[in-house]
């Protein structure tokens, strides 16, 4: 589970974000040390181009 850290430790400092086992990721989000990182998927979006005016 990728979890952000809220707290320093002794490996990360507030704000890493790391990929850890579950098992480890719930005992530090319970503590308070660290919350589930849920990562933005960005939509990607094609815009519509403008026509050329045609010239005479």
């Known amino acids: 589970m990728k979890i952000k850290y809220l707290k320093d430790t002794h490996d990360s400092v507030s704000g890493d974000v790391k990929n850890i086992p579950d098992m480890a990721a719930n005992v530090l989000i319970k503590l308070g040390i660290a ?3 849920k990562e933005l998927v960005k939509k990607t ?8 005016e045609e010239q005479e």
């Open 35 to 37: 919350e589930e990182f």
């Open 45 to 52: 979006t094609t815009k519509a181009k403008p026509k050329a």
